[in-house]
């Protein structure tokens, strides 16, 4: 198979589709496949110019946009590697990964908050050099992407697979005249992957700037879209418009409906088979690391209800504490080890996770059933430990979302002096339903979803959005910031609390 170099994709396009052909359409902009190489060459000149040399990394925290397109080709283009982040990112955090990535540009959306720590505009580079052709180079590595969300601790996962690309290789299932929409943030790795493969193999793109339900179902009516990868949330908040509003846009065309990212709830993946058909929804499990993920469209997932599915060129174990496997249906840690040949991937700010035989984990709990279907049950560093049992915050999180009132929970473990840890709900309540909850209400909606250990025992509402656009939620920083009002609340009580007397 041929190999092009990821740089030399638009050209490749270009020639193949016509100069004109659209390649990314955003909102109300089109980039041409003629316009993305020519305005990818010219940023590519302006990072050489730059300092910018093969091998380096260049950070890009930009939002969805034709720019963020166009600044990743000119990375490729001169060898270099994007590390991507948050456009919202912290400036305490980026400055964590800046230290890890030692970049040798930033590229930001919000480029003044960020400018003392060397960030450029997006615009920036257009106006340098020529787009006469750039000699050809490959990268070293394709991407490099954030993470540390949910654990505090920022690190980059390093892909070694190299800045080029097999003509003809296929990506989660979407054929070659496939419309391919992309509702999520590009600086997610699903997202990113999605989209750039999708460039890749010359597949018309639609972006969107940001996620809106009944946007997205008026993209697919107007571009007849075949593909598109959701998060739960997107599915969520899609199944939950009215019936006539759904039932306004013409969505056949959808072959390929993804979802991944996070847990799915059991009754809305039921939902969505129920609507579109189950041979058109399927589910994958793996991890930025890429050792090793698991498939399942919905035919098969009705047969193994709640499952991730099979494993997809790599093995799985679950292994207990000791490291031992464990029976059928047991719940541990999950491992997974690649049975194809596997480019790897390296952490910065972070050690691996590898065990003997070559087994990694991504730090997820769950089981594997007797067909050898994987389930999952949450991350090990979520798992709330109460009186002696282990709760699994997403089997909660899933049981309160059941409510029609709901838009979004978060549920976390707080110190308990007398358990160890206390179930702690945080709720988001929908504001276009008309209908409300309170907290003794909703604890006994979920008396009848969940054993009474599981059960909440504070609720919290917030009108605050819980979750990123990529379904993403940052649950150690929830945690953190509750138990320190906790001990602000208890300190406080303790400096009122009447003296005795000496």
């Known amino acids: 198979m041929l190999s092009i170099p990821l740089g030399n994709i638009p050209r490749h396009h270009a020639t193949r589709l016509g100069e004109d052909a659209v390649a990314v359409r955003i909102g109300e902009t089109a980039l041409s496949w003629g316009d993305l190489d020519a305005r990818s060459t010219r940023r590519a000149r302006a990072l050489l110019a730059h300092g910018v040399s093969q091998g380096d990394m260049v950070t890009l925290a930009l939002d969805n946009s034709v720019a963020f397109f166009e600044w990743t080709f000119a990375v490729w283009k001169v060898g270099a590697v ?17 230290d890890l990535a030692r970049p040798a540009a930033v590229i930001a959306t919000d480029h003044e908050r960020l400018a003392h720590l060397g960030a450029l505009p997006p615009q920036w580079g257009l106006a340098e050099g020529s787009d006469a052709t750039l000699p050809e180079t490959v990268a070293p590595y394709w ?83 075949a593909s598109v990868n959701f998060v739960p949330t997107m599915m969520l908040r899609i199944w939950r418009l ?42 994958a499990y793996a991890g930025t690391e890429a050792v090793g993920a698991t498939t399942i469209n919905g035919v098969d997932w009705l047969a193994h209800e709640g499952s991730v599915g099979r494993p ?18 047991t719940v541990g840690e999950i491992w997974l080890k690649p049975t194809v040949a596997n480019k790897g991937y390296h952490y910065l700010g972070a050690p691996q996770r590898a065990e003997e035989g070559g087994f990694e984990s991504l730090g997820d709990y769950g089981w594997l059933d007797g067909d050898g279907y994987l389930y999952l049950a949450d991350r090990r560093t979520d798992l709330i430990i109460s009186g002696g049992s282990n709760i699994f915050p997403a089997e909660v999180e899933s049981a309160i979302m059941e409510h029609p009132a709901v838009d979004g929970a978060v549920v976390i473990g707080l110190p308990d002096e007398d358990l160890g840890a206390s179930v702690h709900a945080i709720v988001r309540l929908r504001t276009d339903c008309g209908e409300t909850v309170d907290q003794s209400e909703l604890l006994q909606f979920l008396r009848g979803r969940l054993v009474t250990y599981k059960l909440p025992r504070s609720v919290e509402f917030t009108d ?39």
């Open 82 to 98: 994007p590390h991507l982040a948050s456009w919202r990112i912290p400036e305490t955090e980026l400055a964590a990964m800046l």
């Open 143 to 225: 991407k490099a992407m954030s993470s540390g969300g949910s654990t505090g601790r920022p690190k980059i996962i390093v892909d070694h697979k190299p800045g080029s690309h097999l003509v003809g290789s296929t990506y989660l299932q979407v054929a070659a005249a496939d419309v391919v929409l992309n509702p999520g943030p590009l600086y997610h790795n699903a997202p990113f992957s999605m989209t750039h493969n999708a460039l890749f193999n010359g597949n018309p793109l639609i972006t969107m700037p940001r996620f809106d339900a009944e946007e997205a179902l008026r993209l697919i009516d107007r571009w007849g879209v």
């Open 242 to 283: 009215p019936d006539d509003v759904k039932a306004r846009y013409d969505v056949s065309t959808l072959r390929n409906v993804w979802h991944m990212a996070a847990p799915m709830p059991v009754w809305l993946k039921k939902a969505w088979i129920d609507w579109l058909g189950p041979e058109k929804i399927n589910e």
């Open 312 to 329: 997809r060129n790599c093995e799985v174990l679950v292994l207990d504490e000791d490291g031992a496997k464990v029976p059928a249906n």
């Open 464 to 502: 605050q959005p819980l979750r990123d656009d990529a379904g993403k939620v940052r649950r150690s920083q929830l945690r953190e910031e509750r138990i320190i009002s906790l001990n602000q609340k208890r300190d406080t009580a303790s400096t009122a609390a009447p003296q005795g007397i000496s």
